[in-house]
């Protein structure tokens, strides 16, 4: 059964970092983008980032380039999500999810598989 376990959130203040993980298992990253999702309280899900392991490409969103990092590892099964200079605003629910392509980014009902979802509060 395919699925998509993430880990790594948490409470930290402003300007700090935190490294999210999204584990994959039966399933094979090659043929898939992971993409990280951010979902605010009360609001929609947002697409913030995405990588294709197949050619290395990614995605930010403009709320986080500079900030976000993603990066995967096929061996493993695993994607990341370094996030550093934590803001407010990057509070919330963040859920990996596999589609086709990262060119689904802006559609999350193109995602076919999505984690449980970690919360990640940035707080002083």
């Known amino acids: 059964q395919v699925q998509l376990v993430e880990s790594g959130g948490g409470l930290v203040q402003p300007g700090e970092s935190l490294r999210l993980s999204c584990a994959a298992s039966?399933?094979?990253?090659?043929?898939?983008?992971i993409g990280w999702f951010h979902q605010a309280p009360g609001k929609e899900r947002e697409g913030v980032s995405c990588?294709?392991?197949?050619?290395?490409?990614?995605y930010y969103a403009d709320s986080v380039k500079g900030r976000f990092t993603i990066s995967g590892d096929n061996a493993k099964n695993m994607v990341y999500l370094q996030m550093n200079s934590l803001k407010p605003d990057d509070t919330g629910v963040y859920y990996c999810a596999a589609a086709p392509s990262c060119k689904a980014i802006g559609h999350p009902s193109l995602f076919d598989f999505w984690g449980q979802g970690t919360q990640v509060t940035v707080s002083s």
């Open positions: 990588i294709s392991i197949s050619d290395a490409s990614t």
């Open positions: 039966e399933f094979t990253l090659d043929y898939y983008g």
